[in-house]
Antibody, heavy 119, light 109 residues
């Protein structure tokens, strides 16, 4: 069974940093591209970042470029999102998402980690 | 432009058929995928590609497209289909990896 489990969410002050992690199981982690997708309270889905299976290709949404950094450790089946200079509009549930064949088809989602940026 | 547009809300009578639309330039080049999200839950992949369903997704969900518009059709809507529905696709402008529609709230009457 494919599972994606996020951790690391919490309350952070504006300007602060936070690191989200996602552990994958039940599939060959290194064969799949992975993404982070976020959802602000009461709002729709927003793609945040993408990383290919071998980390060769990395992409970011304009809203987080230069502040967020995606990485993966295939030996540990883990994905991370390092977030710096956090702002109020970064407040959201962050989902770790598997990408089917780097096609943009998001076939498995974690349960999400809530990040709240507030003073 | 790198946008996908969805109607904010749609309603359907129990047992009837409803079509949810997703419109954008990227859909001329890429297929849309469709996701269902219920309150407090992660999104669930419903439809991808031409009209493929992951294992476990009921056959009443189907997808189609025409030009710059993709459609999710629910044939014989059930009460449990009341949810938010999102489309996404690769971004043909190259500005983003993937773009999402704003979502459609489906109410089953």
């Amino acid at each position: 069974e494919v599972q994606l489990v996020e951790s690391g969410g919490g309350l952070v002050h504006p300007g602060g940093s936070l690191r989200l992690s996602c552990e994958g199981s039940g599939f060959s982690f290194n064969r799949y591209s992975m993404n982070w997708v976020r959802q602000a309270p009461g709002k729709g889905l927003e793609w945040v970042s993408h990383i290919s299976g071998n980390s060769d290709n990395v992409y970011y949404a304009d809203s987080v470029k230069g502040r967020f950094s995606i990485a993966r450790d295939n030996a540990r089946n883990s994905l991370s999102l390092q977030m710096h200079r956090l702002r109020g509009d970064d407040t959201a549930v962050y989902f770790c998402v598997r990408d089917q064949l780097s096609s943009g088809i998001f076939d498995y989602w974690g349960q999400g980690a809530l990040v709240t940026v507030s003073s | 432009s790198s946008e996908l547009t969805q109607d904010p809300a749609v309603s359907v009578a129990l047992g009837q058929t409803v079509r949810v639309t997703c419109q954008g330039d990227s859909l001329r080049k890429y297929y849309a995928s469709w996701y269902q999200q219920k309150p407090g839950q992660a999104p669930l992949l419903l439809i991808y590609g031409i009209n493929s369903r992951p294992s476990g997704i009921p056959g009443r969900f189907s997808g189609s497209s025409s030009g710059d518009t993709a459609f999710l059709t629910i044939t014989g809507a059930q009460a449990e289909d009341e949810a938010d529905y999102y489309c996404n696709s690769r971004d043909s402008s190259g500005k983003h990896y993937v773009i999402f529609g704003g979502g459609t709230k489906l109410t089953v009457l």
